[in-house]
């Protein structure tokens, strides 16, 4: 039977995967954690607890009191904020994950996974279907995080057997809770600021490919991920992919539902971020070893998200 821990279990993507995982193992099965208070939708189905992913004690014995076989380590400072806070990035992302690390392989447990990132890559990676397997020299402190995650957890696979699995994330898009300071945010933002103001000023410039998905296909990835067959696992960490687009063309889909629609462009410093990251990314591992396949394009996912939020929001377009 699985027991799952999911910590950071508010944020953008634990709100929904929580839902889904309960859904599938049984409300009881997976708990949620994380520091703050949690919203409703955490509580509904089953428990959450709170964890502070760099008291040590507290993790061993939350692990071991609630019988933990799986760890879904979510809890992670993104982008943005981690450039506003290199050292916040350092004890969340470096210490979170280590102390989450050593606690699957002193405990024994069956497997942890541990979000990466296409803030992995960095300006010497080809930026076009970047491989799964290429150059990886980050400029964003995230980025540097996120490659120490993926290197320490291959690491305690090779060394001691620990079932470590990483996938890395590119922007997700989704209606239910917000991103908390990413580059990719405003792919998000969007869509509220199309419904509530009919405008909306990018913070990317337009021209800036990335690698994008819908919550939807990011909660499936994660689940396939994690039921995945470790016999036909050749790597541990992941690119994974939906669509690849920049601000002026998710802007022309939704102007295709709200005509009035209008964006201006005023970059600011994740410009920069997003200009080292990849443009679009070459997935075929994912797809060869474990069957991954997106579903969302860009006219799916658009036209979901747009009934998702206008019924959230009451806000007919
Ligand atoms: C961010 O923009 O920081 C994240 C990511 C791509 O990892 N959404």
Not at 164 to 183: D, M, N
Request: proline share 5%; with cysteine.
């Amino acid at each position: 039977m699985k027991r799952i821990l999911v910590t950071g279990s508010y944020g953008q993507i634990g709100t929904e995967l929580v839902g889904a995982l309960r859904k599938k193992y049984g409300g009881d099965n997976v708990i949620a954690s994380g520091r703050k208070k949690p919203p409703k939708i955490l509580t509904e189905d089953g428990p959450y607890l709170h964890l502070d992913i760099l008291d040590v004690n507290q993790i061993h014995s939350m692990l071991v009191d609630n019988d933990i076989n799986i760890i879904i380590h979510n809890a992670s400072v993104l982008s943005g904020v981690g450039e506003k806070n290199p050292q916040l990035a350092f004890s969340t992302n470096v210490e979170g994950a280590y102390n989450i690390l050593e606690a699957t392989r002193i405990l024994e447990l069956d497997q942890v996974m541990i979000p990466s990132s296409i803030a992995a890559f960095g300006p010497s990676t080809p930026r076009n279907n970047t491989p799964n397997d290429v150059i990886m020299r980050p400029t964003s402190a995230y980025g540097v995080t996120k490659v120490f995650i993926e290197l320490w957890g291959e690491y305690y696979t090779k060394r001691y057997g620990v079932d470590f699995r990483s996938l890395r994330y590119p922007g997700i898009i989704s209606s239910e809770a917000l991103p908390g300071g990413g580059t990719t945010d405003y792919a998000v933002e969007i869509f509220y600021e199309a419904l509530k103001n009919k405008r909306y000023t990018s913070f990317l410039n337009k021209g800036t490919y990335l690698p994008m998905m819908y919550m939807d296909d990011c909660i499936k990835c994660t689940i396939d991920l994690m039921e995945a067959d470790a016999s036909k696992l050749k790597h541990r960490s992941f690119n994974i992919t939906a669509m690849s687009f920049a601000p002026e063309e998710i802007a022309a889909e939704i102007k295709k539902h709200i005509p009035e629609f209008e964006v201006d462009y005023a970059p600011d410093f994740r410009q920069a971020i997003a200009e080292s990251w990849p443009a679009s990314l070459d997935d075929s591992a994912a797809r060869e070893e474990w069957g991954w396949e997106p579903e969302y394009d860009l006219a799916a996912m658009t036209k979901d998200m747009l009934d998702k939020l206008s019924k959230k929001l009451g806000i007919s377009y």
